[in-house]
């Protein structure tokens, strides 16, 4: 006792660390840890029809999230969970109305069509001339008010971005249309152009990158391309924890086509 009471402090404070190390362990490990390659998801979540899932995935790609956008802004897996759920949510809860820009647009597309159609093939009809400016009209509007529909499910989403990814995600819908490599990257209106061009034509695309793009912009597609790398097994996950692949849909799912050889007589 008279050596304790001695080195009262030195015992007390002994033990205090060994308390605080003790809890350390316990709230590692036995916690649930949130990080990069870790799911924040508790319970499974269930698949969506092949109509939904097949929905899901096309919004993702109208508002430029699909996995290779997601990694590229270099969302952990956490992080493109809340996105992709986000999504899916949101969809659920707007399915008609969703679906029914969709119906909107296509159905302006083919009025447009078959009208043109009737131009190119038929004799010179006026009353068909006088539809044309109503058609274009009509798929504009559309087109409008889905992208207003977008940006308004965009606006729910960008709030959950870091400042950076914020910013590229924001580069990454300015050049929607344009194939993968060169979304991040800040180009004008000529070299957006150009580019749109060259993606109709792959064979030609390297050698008409090497003249278009400067030495910035080479280097913003080169980043882009090492974040997406250190993410995107991330992203994968989280894309099959918050969307799993329907049953019908599953490769095993697909009956093998037996083909029936007859001798030869």
Known sequence: MAVIKKHWFAVTFN????????????????????????????T?????????????????????????????????????????????DWYLANKAAADQYDRNI??????????????????????????????????????????????NLASQLVVRLETAQQSRWQKRRDNAGLPEPYRGTTLNQAQLQQLTRAARRPEAAGSIENNILNFSQKQQIQEARQIAASHMSGVIKADETMLPLPEELKPEAVEPVIIEVSEMP
Not at 15 to 42: D, M, N
Not at 46 to 72: C, I, K, P, W
Request: charged share 20%; hydrophobic share 45%.
């Open 15 to 42: 033990t205090a660390l060994i308390v605080v190390a003790v809890a350390w362990v316990i709230l590692a490990y036995a916690l649930p840890r949130v990080v990069q390659g870790q799911s924040a998801i508790a």
């Open 44 to 88: 499974p979540v269930e698949a969506l029809s092949v109509y939904d899932y097949q929905h899901v995935q096309a919004l993702r790609r109208d508002l430029t999230m699909s996995n290779a956008d997601l990694g590229a802004m270099g969302l952990t897996q956490v992080q493109a969970e809340q996105m992709i759920g986000t999504i899916r």
């Open 106 to 151: 296509q159905t302006a597309k083919r009025n447009l069509r078959q009208t043109m159609q009737k131009i190119h093939v038929g004799p010179r009809n006026e009353t068909v001339l006088r539809q044309m400016p109503g058609l274009q009209k009509q798929l504009a509007d559309a087109a409008t008010a889905k992208k207003a529909m977008l940006d």
